[in-house]
């Protein structure tokens, strides 16, 4: 979602700013059950895929709808700047890179609004040292803007101006 040039918003889509920070609980001292149970969480990378949906389809099942990924590894915030087509995108889940059945449901969405750069937020997702499939996970929405901004300022100066408000809501 990141990486080249990114086009100011326009009628046609806008800009959202946000990152991914995962936290993983510092691993215990090594012994024989930690090595048993799970593998040690901080050493995946995980992946989030997220969906434009429709207003006839908000859960995002249909296989043809727009989709993108997000990357992050434990313990470094994922800062992202995206510029979307207008409309309605949900966080729809994560997985532990390379092992599908490893993960979880996220559900939060956000708007792209025309002619709009937003900040959406900073989601937060934390689990435990060891991840299993089954796995319990908490998440939240915190605002970390004035620390995104400044770093997204310095790559792309021209967007940091009149960036509104947005948060990513639960469904």
Known sequence: MTGGPIVPAGPDGGVVIGSVLVQADQEAPDSWLNRLFGRKAEGFTYEFEILGVQATDPKGTHPYLARYELDA?????????????????????????????????????????????????????????????????????????ETTLAIVQKQYPHLGRQVVNAPMQTR
């Open 73 to 145: 590894k434990p313990g470094e915030e994922r800062i992202f700047v995206a510029r979307l087509p207008v409309g309605t995108y949900l966080f729809k889940a994560f997985r532990h890179e390379g092992v599908s059945a490893m993960g979880g449901d996220v559900g939060l969405t956000f708007s792209v609004a025309p002619e709009t750069t937003a900040y959406i937020g900073r989601l937060v997702l934390d689990l435990p040292r060891r991840v299993a499939i089954g796995t319990s996970y908490t998440y939240q929405v915190q605002d970390a803007r």
